[in-house]
């Protein structure tokens, strides 16, 4: 069972605010093994041009270079947005303890409604994360909404 952190969360966040002062996304995840920071990455798809580089992404990617595997099963995710249905799929197949995050895909798309804009556009696929691990073969541990306030104030439309 997966007792969350605020100082792990903390981190992410802290890492999405470097990550929208670049001109990208404020997403911001953090990858912890047996309360050992293995990856702390922000949102590079805009700053690299790169659809794939996600914060999360970046993170497990990092984690698997470390440890020297693709399989992460002891680690823990936490990222200050719900995983997107492409980060989620990767979580799978890393085999991930568990993810925790702030803002749910609910937040995310009720903000994009409102304020999407030429820069920002905000997509989304309407499918949830827990939607992906229940689907899947791996039994991925999931904590919602863990400082959720905090997590939804790193929106933007700039």
């Known amino acids: ?32 093994k047996d309360d050992e920071i293995l990856a702390v990455c922000s949102n590079r798809s805009k700053r690299d041009e ?6 999360e ?9 470390i440890l020297k595997s693709r399989h ?24 991930l303890k568990g993810v925790v995050f702030g803002a749910s895909y609910r937040d995310m798309k009720k903000y994009r409604e409102k304020h ?18 229940r689907k899947s073969t791996e039994k991925i541990e999931l904590v919602q909404n863990f400082m959720r306030e905090e997590c939804i104030e790193l929106f933007h439309n700039k």
């Open 1 to 32: 069972m997966i007792t969350p952190k605020k100082k792990f969360m903390r981190l992410a966040i802290k890492e999405a605010k470097v990550a929208h002062q670049k001109g990208d996304y404020a997403v911001g995840a953090v990858l912890i």
């Open 57 to 65: 992404t970046l993170a497990i990617i990092r984690g698997s270079k």
């Open 116 to 133: 999407a804009n030429h820069h920002y556009l905000w997509r989304t696929i309407h499918i949830p994360c827990r939607e992906i691990f």
């Open 50 to 55: 790169n659809p794939i580089a996600h914060a």
């Open 72 to 95: 992460l099963e002891d680690c823990v995710l936490y990222t200050t947005h719900e995983p997107c249905p492409m980060c989620a799929s990767i979580i799978v197949w890393a085999r």
